[in-house]
């Protein structure tokens, strides 16, 4: 313990387990929603955050929590993460601490000023669990009760000010992304840039419309398919009431400007073989970048290698996901290995000179932002699925080859602006939260010179 003359007069320092009581949680028999028989709240994580249980259970002998009890996460990942209750049931994985010698809000602080200490000490193995000599351990300095409340009346003072900075600042962060959605929608309606019709009327030239690169795509495709029986006529595009496009402009499918195909199933006769290699699935594809950290593998034999074998270009969009990211993609630019793909992924090769890889990234970013995969997609379980047949038909917004390029250098550029605004938003974000255990920290330091000034003086 700390000397009591590093504080003021009638302070006192205790070890947590000197000066408090812990009741670890007990999960009851018979929970689940609110029923006639299920009346009490079951007070979980969830519920001291929310402060909405959602879970209830059938009275009977549990231990219980009142308004503003101080709870504490004793198992699980988030071990040491301290919240007020609401009446109800202690959870299974939470116990409620508290204290005659203190408020519990004074407590309530002081628990989640070290959380830091008692979640990186943990034991347990697989399931961490707050380790009962650290936790009882910890020195409590104890302040009399009025300056214990006007301890806690500074805190959320200053806190009050950091909720209202960290609301501007999400505030703005919304606004960022709602302008990233609102360029993506704004290049595939042919304001972002000059179109290639207004350049080439004014410049006074011919220049080869949307429409025209889609025949000369189609009978491009038509020639191979009759050169080759493996390559069938591409799905028409599938769309009601299709908005109006820029001159120059047309509509077709995703599949008349690009070859689609569906990944191979993880199937467990492939999970092992002669010839294992890295493949990527679903969760390796984020918004516009690919995550290689976390490869997996399975069998590709030399007669579906070929097939499923990634090339720098492709671009690999979601197949299953959660509704608001089902379509999300990213451009395959290449890896040290050679890489294939899963069934949860779709791959779309563009058709060379029809469309860039860069600019079909954007018609499908912009699906995902405005919705248009969403409303294709079925639901299953909460997860969402764009089947071949589906992705295949959607709408693809074709311009001139000059166009895109220029949407594509502009689009570049204008989000390049909003990801460095949007990187200084969180980095400020996560200053907050440093502000906030800071202010905690020197709230119930052990050195009065180093705290907030909260303790008064020695009177």
């Known amino acids: 313990m700390s000397s009591m003359s590093n504080f003021p007069d009638k302070w006192d320092v205790k070890s947590l387990g000197e000066a408090c009581k812990t009741i670890k949680g007990k999960k009851p028999k018979n929970t689940g929603p609110a029923s006639s028989e299920r009346t009490v709240p079951y007070i979980n994580i969830k519920a001291f955050e929310s402060g909405r249980p959602q879970e209830f259970a059938a009275p009977g002998d549990y231990p219980i929590c009142e308004r503003d009890d101080v709870l504490i996460v004793w198992d699980g990942a988030r071990a040491g993460l301290s919240g007020r209750a609401v009446p109800g049931y202690v959870g299974s994985t939470l116990a409620k601490v508290y204290s005659d010698a203190a408020d519990n809000r004074y407590l309530f602080y002081f628990l989640q000023s070290q959380y830091g200490r008692i979640n990186s000490r943990t034991k347990g193995v697989g399931i961490p669990h707050v380790d009962p000599t650290i936790f009882n351990n910890i020195p409590f300095p104890i302040a009399p009760l009025a300056q214990q409340?006007?301890?806690?009346?500074?805190?959320?003072?200053?806190?009050?000010?950091?909720?209202?900075?960290?609301?501007?600042?999400?505030?703005?962060?919304?606004n960022l992304k709602r302008y990233k959605a609102a360029v993506l929608k704004a290049a595939l309606e042919g304001r972002l840039v000059e179109t290639e019709t207004d350049l080439a009327r004014r410049e006074g030239r011919s220049y080869e419309t949307g429409a025209q690169l889609l025949v000369r795509i189609l009978e491009a495709r038509a020639s191979q398919s009759q050169a080759n029986a493996r390559h069938k006529k591409p799905v028409q595009v599938d769309i009601s009431n299709p908005k109006t496009l820029p001159e120059g402009w047309v509509w077709t499918s995703v599949d008349c400007v690009g070859d689609v195909l569906l990944g191979r199933q993880r199937a467990p006769q492939y999970l092992t073989g002669r010839y294992s290699r890295p493949y990527l699935r679903v969760a390796n594809v984020k918004d516009s970048w690919i995550d290689f950290s976390d490869l997996e593998e399975m069998d590709f034999d030399e007669k579906h290698f070929p097939k499923y074998r990634l090339e720098s270009g492709d671009i690999l969009i979601s197949e299953g996901q959660s509704p608001e990211l089902l379509g999300q993609s990213a451009i395959f630019k290449g890896f040290p290995k050679p890489l294939c793909f899963q069934k949860t992924l779709h791959r779309f090769r563009p058709i060379p000179g029809s469309v860039s890889p860069d600019f079909a990234q954007i018609v499908f970013r912009s699906h995902v932002q405005t919705g248009v995969f969403r409303k294709l997609g079925s639901i299953t379980t909460n997860i969402a699925h764009l089947t071949l047949e589906k992705f295949r038909a959607a709408p693809f917004p074709l311009p001139p080859l000059a166009e895109q390029h220029r949407i594509v250098m502009e689009v570049e550029r204008v989000l390049a602006v909003q990801k460095d605004l949007a990187t200084e938003v969180h980095a400020h974000l996560k200053r907050t939260n440093r502000i906030r255990q800071c202010l905690l920290q020197r709230a119930f330091s052990l050195t009065p010179s180093s705290g907030l000034r909260l303790r008064g003086d020695n009177k």
Do not use: T
């Open 149 to 174: 409340r006007h301890i806690v009346a500074e805190i959320e003072k200053q806190f009050s000010r950091l909720d209202e900075a960290v609301a501007n600042i999400k505030r703005v962060d919304a």
